[in-house]
Each structure stands twice: as C-alpha cells, then as structure tokens.
C-alpha cells in the first residue's frame, strides 16, 4: 500500500541529472536498502513500518500535500515516521541555504534511530547516484559536505554499520574532481 501511494504521489516527475529516469526508481531504491537493513540487523519488528516510510520518504517534501492524508490513513506510525524524515526547512524558502540545512540539521538531532537509518540510506544513495553524474564538481562538493555536516546528527547506535560507507561516499565526492 504505502509503495502505491508514492508510485501515484510521484507520477510525473523525474530524478535529477538523469535522462528521463521516473523519480519513483529512487523511493523504491531506499525502500529496498531499509529492508535488506532490517533483515541484517535483525531488525523484524520495525521491517514493515520502516520499510513502508521509506516508500514515502521524500512524499511530504515533493508532492501534493493530499497525498500524506493517504498515508495517515493507511499507517498514523508510517505517517508519523514520515513526517521525521522530511525536512523542515521546505517551509522557509526565505531562508537562505546555510539556514535551511541548519534547521535540518537540528531537526534530524531530534528523531527516531528509525528516522537516521532511512536518512542515512537516502543520503548515501544519493551520494553514490551524485558520484555517477555530470553535476557540477563545486555540486558535488557542497552535497557531500552538507552531508557530512550531517553525521554527527544522524549517529545513533544502530547506524554504526552505515556510517563508515557513508563517509566513503562523502570523501569520495569532497575530492572529486569532475
């Protein structure tokens, strides 16, 4: 259900830097990693919720607000989920980017283990998806030092595994060179 929400939520639109790649290959991408991430780490008890956010995880930020109404009433648990992992700082357009990601930061200091893990998983996909793009190099940069700015926000025990390979990725692009 919740993979049918952000299928129809998202119908339309496109990943960045890519050619015509359905923004949808993304949600379900990290739907999949928040899974297999579940089932390493033992982690059977918050599977499906975690999962289901992960489907909905940039829904709040990129869509039509009417459809989070969908996922309040498929899961409050999963809307609630979903509601930690988006950004706060999509309200403040006025703010300028150092602000806006400040206020995001602080905000992920304040959520669920569940919530890091997923925005550690996202963050890294889109890491590695950034890598693999014609984006700028002064782009790349700034992604990954936003990101790890992030870090220390994000730690928690249980995203001890996920926090090496994340910085991985960030060093990766802060040298990279085109």
Known sequence: HAAAIAYFAHRGQFRKYSDGVPYITHP??????????CVSNRRFDVRVL????????????????????????????????????????????????AARKKMDREHLGQVSWRAKVIKLIDRRSNLMEIADQPAEPDFKRLYARESEALLPFLTSPETKDLEEEYMVWVRHLIDTKG
């Not at 991408?29 to 899974?35: D, F, H, K, V």
């Not at 930020?61 to 989070?68: F, T």
């Not at 609630?80 to 309200?91: A, F, G, Q, R, V």
């Open 50 to 97: 975690m999962t289901s956010a992960a489907y909905g995880h940039d829904v709040a930020e990129d869509c039509q607000p009417e459809w989070m109404r969908y996922y309040l009433e498929y899961d409050p648990k999963v809307y609630d989920l979903i509601m930690e992992l988006t950004n706060p700082s999509k309200k403040r357009p006025d703010l300028n980017r």
């Open 28 to 37: 379900v991408s990290i739907a999949r990693q928040t899974e297999q991430w």
